[in-house]
């Protein structure tokens, strides 16, 4: 699917339904979903897609060993992604204006974020959860260089930065830290993680070389 444009929802397609082993190249959606809207993906690959409020790759829908890579833009949050679980997904170079560069809401299972850059908030992941994931050099200007307002299990943070919290940033005392790894991470405040106004669960994890010019 290329180039498809959609005035309204789902670039390419729109609808319950299944995507299997699709390609989708620089679609466009001019509200939700610039590839695909209300559709599961299974083995697709999302190159270059862009909606203009919500979800540049995908909307609505759960991603299953899929590729997002270079830049599926969207106006506000989900570049990659919004409102759906990730498993076994590779997000690279993806962008948002507003937050969730890779991701917005919903959990990530075994995927890898890396290069993904949000204006504000999360680069990787918003307002969701990472079990078993890697983050590399994924960056904010403000809060969160990876994950902003979620939990990591089993995870790895190298080469993050962000404002606050280089690699995490929360405001809520439900979402924990647990067996994860942070090498390199960079803030002006919170170098690894950044908990605002609250006592933060972190356990058994490794930090090395996280750095912040203040805290």
Known sequence: FINGHAEGN??????SSTAIGCIFNANYASEDGGAIYNVNAEGCTFIGNCAEQRGGGMYNGNATECIFRDNNYARQAGGGMHTGDALNCTFTANGAADQGAAMYGGNA?????????????????????????????????????????GSATGCNFSGNYAWLGGAIYSEKEEQPIVNCNFTGNWAYEGGAIYGKDMQYSILNSYFQENGALRG
């Open 109 to 149: 299972v075994g995927c890898s974020f890396e290069n993904n850059y949000a204006d504000n908030h999360g680069a990787a992941i918003s307002n969701g959860n990472a079990v078993n994931c890697s983050f590399t050099g994924n960056h904010v200007n403000y809060n969160g260089g990876a994950i902003y307002m």
């Open 10 to 15: 789902g670039g390419a397609i729109s609808g």
